[in-house]
Structures are given as C-alpha cells and as structure tokens.
C-alpha cells in the first residue's frame, strides 16, 4: 500500500486513529461485519 508523502502504518476499526491496530500480513478474526481504515502518517 502506497501514498505519496506518508507511511503507512497500519489497519484500525476507527477512522480517527493514529496508530495501525493491524500491521500489513497480520491475521484477523471477525463476526460481524467489520470496516478497517487505512493509518497514515504524514513524513
């Protein structure tokens, strides 16, 4: 995943989040539909 001028650092369930609670490749369960957000942090 790319996007110029930022790093990328993972997936949240909150769109306001500023740190990934999912890393790229991880592992996740679910049971109920689940909308993930893409982190990102300006360089």
Do not use: H, N, P
Request: net charge positive; hydrophobic share 30%.
């Amino acid at each position: 995943m790319s996007r110029s001028g930022y790093w990328f650092l993972g997936w949240s369930t909150s769109s306001t989040a500023t740190t990934g609670t999912y890393k790229t490749g991880s592992e996740i369960s679910v049971s109920k539909d689940t909308v993930l957000y893409a982190v990102w942090k300006k360089k």
